[in-house]
């Protein structure tokens, strides 16, 4: 049984999710803490749980999503991986920090980077990568079939979707991404996004403004 704890981090008010199960392993997505007291709500979580981590994933890599990469690799020695189409977005992170004067920690280098359509083990828990670029070239959204648990980064939102004016993104290619992968899932699918609070497949479906068809 998957569990999912969620923090809201930094000023860019982005969702940081722990995914674990009851052998206490846990993979750690998108790590956005950017000060101290942001990195000890998230390092006592993982001790008061007594979680060990097995694995960092980044569903892209614009900054308010790694943030925490360097603290989560400076404490625990584990793989990191996103997709490789984000390396130019990994890339030019310190540039964008230094725009919107938010000074960050540089991001470890990846160990090996993620394959569209690839499985990632948990324990006895499978997550399936979905290739789901748009927002930045290279995003992926993770998918618990199970328990029908999507997380999709910047992907699809409640009630809305991600930019697609940052460099790498494109609408017609997001809202592909969206209704071939996304759409595909079952209704009752619980979509926790990477900015914003959790929603469902049916419901965007229904009543995603920038969806329709
Ligand atoms: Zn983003």
Redesign the pocket.
Known sequence: MLQIQSFTFNPFQENTYILFNEEKKAIIIDPGMLDAVEENSFFNFMAEQELEPILLLNT?T?L??IFGNAAVLKKYTIPFAFHLLDRPVFDSAAAVSAMYHVPMQTSPEPSYYLESNGKIKLGADELSILFTPG??PGSVSFYHEAQKILIS??VLFQMSI??TD?PGGDFDTLANSIHTQLFSLPDDTKVYS?HGPMTTIGFEKMNNPFLRK
């Open positions: 892209h614009h308010d999503h927002h930045s980064g910047d991600g930019r940052l990477g």
